[in-house]
């Protein structure tokens, strides 16, 4: 497994986009078994298993470099730019050694520390070590930002390329930009979203993990939340046929049902063995989640996880005395589908979409499909668990380029 260096004016704990990037690889590498050394300014080792390698010289706010700015802002290159860049270089050195992958975040096209970038271009010119630049912002091209001649030494660093580095960029729009301003073409340039950790967002325990893992639950086009017991006046069948209806439509599907049968009851025993009998002769077994058989114990953490990764609420009873449900559904905006019943439609009034209790499950099926096609929300939401989830960018896209794949 190679061993990787981060590399960036700062790291973890300073609050900042690139440093939350940072710890967000760093974990994602460490999760797949890699080694991490982070070589930054300034930091504080974040996790135990993380090694930390702390250059002071590395950060824009070091004495020594603001001096040099301020000179080289004069239009002065003096003898202390060389003395600090050859002792930026030394210590980088010692740094990487024990790594076979660093990774340089933003230092090579901002202008905040140019010895640190004469530092990098130099050694990295010189090592057979594996490089990647990983371009966060690009401060020449910037009206933000005012930065000296770019045809002057070091200035002009910016703007050269190195022949034995590989380019990764976080949008199309840096892409084009790095491209223009190292006058590469942008093919030559990989490009790698930022991306958002689901498990902090959702607050998953472990269980929930390993059943969205188990089923694929943040591929899917759809999941139907049924939060209650396995009782007959709820009508889950009616949920199973439409789940049936929209897989034969070409979706993927997974309709959650959070509670168990009463195992004192017959009948709520007998309805259930009805129920997996007609999910088997629908074909739909994997897409009908009793989270009963699954041994996942539903408490109010992993019941707040299942409304934020849904879709729908789907509500199908014949009879409710109340409907809590829909009031949970609403503090997550979650959309709702449910059978127009009373008091669901006191309840609801005007903000859900109903159904009547004999209406065909292909109709229904079509209004969902109709609803999450337009409802902004809904495919933002899949979207962004499908394509911008951490474990997924790592897989497809990270650890692909590492190991030296064409992208």
């Known amino acids: 497994m190679k061993r990787i260096g981060i590399l960036h004016f700062s790291g973890p704990p300073v609050i900042g986009g690139v440093e939350f990037i940072i710890e967000a690889h760093s974990r994602c590498f460490l999760k797949q078994g890699y080694r991490v050394r982070i070589i930054v300014g300034s930091g504080k080792k974040f996790h135990p298993k993380v090694k930390l390698s702390l250059i002071p010289e590395l950060d824009g706010l070091h004495p020594q470099n603001r001096r040099i700015r301020k000179e080289l802002d004069e239009g002065n290159l003096t003898p202390t730019f060389d003395r600090f860049k050859e002792n930026i270089k030394r210590k980088l050195k010692k740094a990487i050694s024990d790594t076979d992958v660093v990774i340089i975040h933003n230092l090579l096209s901002v202008h905040f520390n140019l010895p640190a970038t004469a530092a990098l271009h130099e050694t990295i010119e010189s090592s057979t070590k594996q490089f990647i630049f990983w371009c966060h912002d690009i401060t020449p091209t910037d009206p933000n930002y005012c930065v000296g001649d770019l045809k002057t030494y070091p200035w002009s660093l910016l703007k050269k390329p190195i022949s034995n580095i590989r380019y990764v960029t976080i949008s199309s729009l840096r892409q084009s930009g790095l491209s223009?301003?190292?006058?590469?073409?942008?093919?030559?340039?990989?490009?790698?979203?930022?991306?958002?950790?689901?498990?902090?967002?959702?607050?998953?325990?472990?269980?929930?993990?390993?059943?969205?893992?188990?089923?694929?639950?943040?591929?899917?086009?759809?999941?139907?939340?049924?939060?209650?017991?396995?009782?007959?006046?709820?009508?889950?069948?009616?949920?199973?046929?439409?789940?049936?209806r929209l897989k034969k439509m070409g979706k993927i599907v997974y309709f959650v049902i959070t509670g168990p049968p009463d195992p004192h009851n017959v009948v709520s025993v007998e309805y259930y063995k009805s129920l997996k009998r007609l999910t088997k002769r629908l074909g739909v077994e994997h897409n009908v989640i009793f989270l009963y058989e699954e041994g996942l114990k539903v408490d109010s953490q992993t019941l707040k996880g299942l409304y934020k990764i849904s879709d729908i609420l789907f509500l199908p009873s014949t009879r409710e005395g109340f409907g809590l449900p829909l009031l949970e559904a609403g503090l997550v905006k979650l959309p709702i589908f449910t059978s127009k019943i009373e008091p669901i439609t006191e309840l609801g009034e005007n903000d859900v979409n109903y159904f009547a209790l004999n209406e065909d499950p292909e109709k229904i099926a079509f209004k969902i499909v109709k609803f999450l096609s337009k409802n902004g929300a809904s495919k933002l939401f899949r979207k962004v668990v499908m394509k911008y989830r951490w474990g997924k960018i790592f897989k497809e896209k990270i650890e692909p380029l590492i190991n030296g794949e064409v992208l």
């Open 180 to 244: 223009k301003l190292l006058s590469l073409p942008r093919s030559s340039i990989t490009v790698i979203p930022d991306g958002v950790e689901e498990t902090f967002f959702f607050s998953l325990n472990e269980k929930m993990k390993s059943l969205i893992d188990k089923y694929s639950l943040f591929d899917a086009d759809c999941v139907m939340l049924f939060p209650a017991r396995v009782i007959k006046r709820k009508n889950i069948e009616l949920g199973i046929e439409v789940v049936s």
